[in-house]
């Protein structure tokens, strides 16, 4: 099945795009496809633990399993002071 992927700020420039559209097996969850990315892009692995993951625009857990069009965002941790 095929999700779209978008990435934000740090993510984009890491992987080198704001979107893609990628084929995935059934009963993968967010973080199964985050894992994943983070195999492809070893340098996403500094944010796992903060990084922000969203499904279709809503915040959800990683455990969530994606569904065939679904649209998952990666965002990394923002800094403010």
Known sequence: MRVR???FASFRD???KKE???EIGDGTTVQ???????GRFPEMARFREHIILSVN???GP???V???GD???FLPPVSGG
Do not use: C, H, T
């Open 5 to 7: 992927v978008k990435l």
């Open 14 to 16: 890491i992987v080198g």
């Open 20 to 22: 893609e559209e990628i």
């Open 32 to 38: 199964m496809l985050l894992e994943q990315y983070i």
């Open 57 to 59: 625009r809503e915040y």
């Open 62 to 64: 990683s455990r969530l």
């Open 66 to 68: 994606l569904k065939e």
């Open 71 to 73: 649209e998952v965002s």
